[in-house]
């Protein structure tokens, strides 16, 4: 069972610069979930894939964040021009299925520290 | 707007104790509701789930009634163990957007 994976574990970066994660989800899952968690809450939607068509984002994304899924297989998340704010944990997410109640399986995230 | 409200923790309990973790959701629509647990050191997992009205999850002695009535989807087990010191997450979702609660941290002592 290779799960989720989600790499770097950790980032920590200077504000204003660029970040890129990386997703691998299990291998036959169509939808592909990101989410980002501070400290003390829960995961907050960021964004939704499903195969490689990006159909949902949240209206709290920024302009700063775009994600890709080019293939319908890994999926990256870029932050441009990084802020205070942006330091969390950045968790991914998949799930097998037509429909959204399908269970998800998590990686383990990356956690960003913003100098 | 959409949401969930779940009870605030943390929460400890001795070995063979009864828990209820309360749950409350708002959603325009029918939604599907959860429940993930984070083990500590590992990622989130689902514990449980429910798709309709008056469903009921279950999984590893834990359950929790969708109840529409109420917009209540509670979690409880009759006795707890040292290993299911965790953090709860309560969630739901409606069409392709997840809301989860804040969790709620167990901690369970012999």
């Known amino acids: 069972d290779t799960g989720v994976s989600q790499d770097p574990r950790h980032k920590i970066t200077k504000r204003g610069q660029n970040v890129t994660f990386r997703c691998d989800p299990i291998s036959e899952h169509n939808r592909l979930y990101w989410y980002r968690q501070t400290l003390g809450q829960g995961p907050e939607f960021l964004t939704y894939f499903q195969n490689e068509a990006q159909l949902e984002k949240s209206r709290l994304l920024s302009d700063r964040f775009s994600a890709e899924r080019p293939k319908g297989s890994f999926s990256t998340l870029e932050i441009q021009r990084t802020e205070q704010g942006d330091s969390a944990m950045y968790l991914c997410a998949s799930s097998l299925g037509d429909y959204s109640n399908q269970p998800q399986h998590f990686g383990d995230g990356t956690r960003l520290s913003i100098l | ?110």
């Open chain 2, 1 to 110: 707007g959409d949401s969930v409200t779940q009870m605030e923790g943390p929460v400890t309990l001795s070995e063979e104790a009864f828990l209820t973790i309360n749950c409350t959701y708002t959603a325009t629509g029918y939604p599907s509701l959860f429940w993930y647990v984070q083990y500590p050191g590992e990622g989130l997992q689902l514990l449980l789930k429910a798709t309709k009205a008056d469903d009921k999850g279950s999984n590893k002695g834990f359950e929790a009634t969708y109840r529409k009535e109420t917009t209540s989807f509670h979690l409880e087990k009759g006795s707890v163990q040292v290993s299911d010191s965790a953090v709860y997450f309560c969630a739901q979702n409606t069409g392709n957007q997840f809301y989860f609660g804040t969790g709620t941290s167990l901690t369970v002592i012999p």
